[in-house]
């Protein structure tokens, strides 16, 4: 059963830096082809990819709006996928979830975690 737990979602002032942990279950990282992206959804707006390197031909994908200060990464020992965002802005207020899917980055990938609040105000 895949299952996908996300933390490190905080209020943090403009400028800040946090890092959002996804741990995933159910599958290995560096054994099976599952693919595990980042995605957000601010207040009123409808849900974005914000990164995601894919499983299936190591295509990377970024959002306009982090690129250069988001960077997504992930550590197979830990079974789990990074998001270390830089330099935030107050646009980037949004629950962040991760979620997982063979087909590779996905817009619709088939397993999301709960989401993390990341609210960025001073």
């Known amino acids: 059963q895949v299952q996908l737990v996300e933390s490190g979602g905080d209020l943090v002032q403009p400028g800040g830096s946090l890092r959002l942990s996804c741990v995933a279950s159910g599958f290995t990282l560096d054994d099976d082809d599952y693919t595990v992206g980042w995605f957000r959804q601010a207040p009123g707006k409808e849900r974005e990819g914000v990164s995601c390197?894919?499983?299936?031909?190591?295509?990377?994908f970024s959002a306009d709006s982090v690129k250069g200060r988001f960077t997504i990464s992930r550590d197979n020992a830990k079974n789990t996928v990074y998001l270390q965002m830089n330099s935030l802005k107050p646009e980037d207020t949004a629950v962040y979830y991760c979620?997982?899917?063979?087909?590779?980055?996905?817009?619709?990938?088939?397993?999301w975690g709960q989401g993390t609040q990341v609210t960025v105000s001073s």
């Open positions: 979620a997982a899917d063979r087909r590779g980055c996905s817009l619709s990938p088939g397993y």
């Open positions: 390197v894919s499983n299936v031909d190591g295509r990377t």
